[in-house]
Structure formats: structure tokens, C-alpha cells
């Protein structure tokens, strides 16, 4: 079972999108996890769901088990160490709840069975790879074809028509027929909570992580010891930010305290915090409380770079 704690990203035109109930981690913590009668993780770390869980089944490392890894190779994954501690495969631990649940007899095949299993595949691209031949080459190239791959060379287009499409019929009833610019639904000096949240908080990917993943090991912490948030220089210098300070990003919905780093490159008006740290990484508050849960209706996606929020300083120690 998982909860989701974070939004994803994506755009949305002002006045059309959903209004379905979306999970950030503040609405979960307050409105849906004190409903939840038992919540199980299985996770490899105690990670920040994890943490929130009633019991936490300790999962095993990518090598500490055998699968299959697919990309333009295919490649046996072999176990090179035994599991440490209670950790488990994920099959094993769906292996033995069954038998706990009574299940027992939809669950009684070896891991090698179920790898052969999905290698027996009338998908041309897995025609003649089969386990025991993993087993002896480790990884073996996909039956792509030899000619290198050009997308559309024979100009036909998953449209209704067949041809490109500019103008899109389905997406009438939402306004978006045509690609023209729309204002952002919370982002823009047009909202009314613009004068009192002036800047636009964007999450950017960072250059030593990969998302959240490892972020709790040491050589990520290395290289970006604290979270950080940067702010242009003319927008520090108008909220009187000094270097040492923390500071408090914040808006109607949440507020998190961390680092800041000036950056000339960003533009006037913009902040940017970088998207990957745990919450237990932040001094106080988290970011994830700051977003909006509108989603656009063509995608079913959030919207991850339309945020309002103000910047000041934290003048005392508020841990």
C-alpha cells in the first residue's frame, strides 16, 4: 500500500481544470492518513512514507535478488548477496502474506518460474532470448531492427485523422482546442494573491540526485550538504536577506524554512528550490505543503512550476 505525499508536474488552463480532491503531503498527513485503519510500506529505507506507516517490511536491494533489467539489453539481474537483516524479495513477501491470507496455492511457483514466464513473450524483440540463455551471456541485445529508428518517416500520426493536428476537436470542451498561451492558474500578477505572494516557486531537478532516491546516503549529502532555495539578488535585497540567514518560503497553504543562495541567472520574480531532499532534510516545514492540487483535465497531471509564495527571513531560532 502507498500514499502518494508528492505532486507531479504538468500545466492547466485558469477555470477549467479538475477540481477532483488531489493528495499533496500536508492534506494527507491532516485529512487521509487518520483515516486509514492499517498502513503497510515495503521500502528499502525508512523513508518519509515509510515513517508514517503502522509496520514497515523491509525490502531488498536491486543486489540481493535476481530479476530481469530491460532497456536496449536485457539483463539477468543476479544476486550477488544475501539479503541483510529481515530484508525480502518483493515476491517473497507477497509469497508469504499469502500464505498467511490462505492463498498459499497461487503462490507456490520458484523465482526462476515466474522470470521464464514473462520471457515467454511472442514479442518479437524477446524472440529467442530465454533464461538459460541469460544465464550463460548475462545480457543480450533486444531484436531491435538493424536500420536506426526515425520516428514518423511514414508520416502517419496516432490523430483521428492520420495527419498532424493543430486543432483538436476533443479538446473543445476544455478550452484548449488550440495551442495559444493561457494564463497560469496561480502564477500569474492577474491573481488577486499575486500582491501578497509576488514570487513563482519552481522545483528543478538536481544535478546530484536523482529525485528523492538515495538522498538519505552520504555522497548526496556530500555534494548538497542542506536544501537551498535561490532567489534572484534584486529579490533578496528588497526582503533585506543577509548571508547565514535562513529564510521562510511560504504561502496560504504551507511553509518551509531552509538555506538561500543568491543566483543572478534566474530571472526577477522566480525561486527556485531544487526538488529531491527528504522532509526531514528541512529545518522546518516542507515544500511539498506549497503547491496546489489543481490537475489539468487533458492530462491528469499537477502542475509542479505554478506555486505562489513569499520570502522573508527567519529572525530567531525556530527549531
Known sequence: MTIPIRSARSGCRRRTCSTRPRPNRSRVLRDILPKLEFFVAVDLFLTDTAALADVVLPA????????????????????VVAPEGECKADLE??????????????????????LREMLDSED???????????????????????????????????????????????????????PYFREPIEATPENPLYAKYPLTLLFSHSRHRIHST???????????????????????ARRGLSGGKRVRVYNERGSVELEWRANADLRPGVVVISEGSWVRDFPKGEPYSLTHEQVSPTSDNYAFFDTLVQIEAVTENTD
Open 124 to 178: 518479437p524483440l524477446l524472440r529467442g532470448i530465454s533464461l538459460e540463455r541469460l544465464q550463460r551471456e548475462d545480457a543480450v541485445m533486444l531484436n531491435r531492427p538493424a536500420a536506426p529508428y526515425i520516428g514518423l518517416a511514414n508520416l502517419e500520426f496516432k490523430t483521428p485523422s492520420g495527419r498532424i493536428e493543430i486543432y483538436k476537436e476533443e479538446l473543445v470542451k476544455h478550452g484548449s482546442e488550440l
Open 214 to 236: 538515495f538522498a538519505n546516503l552520504s555522497k548526496a549529502t556530500e555534494r548538497e550538504p542542506h536544501p537551498l532555495v535561490e532567489i534572484h539578488p534584486n529579490d533578496a
Open 93 to 114: 513477501i507477497v509469497t508469504e502474506l499469502a500464505q498467511r491470507m490462505g492463498l498459499q496455492q497461487f503462490f507456490q511457483r520458484r523465482p526462476e518460474d515466474y
Open 60 to 79: 531488498c536491494s536491486i543486489f540481493e535478488k535476481d530479476d530481469l533489467i530491460a532497456g536496449m539489453f536485457l539483463q539477468l539481474q543476479r544476486q
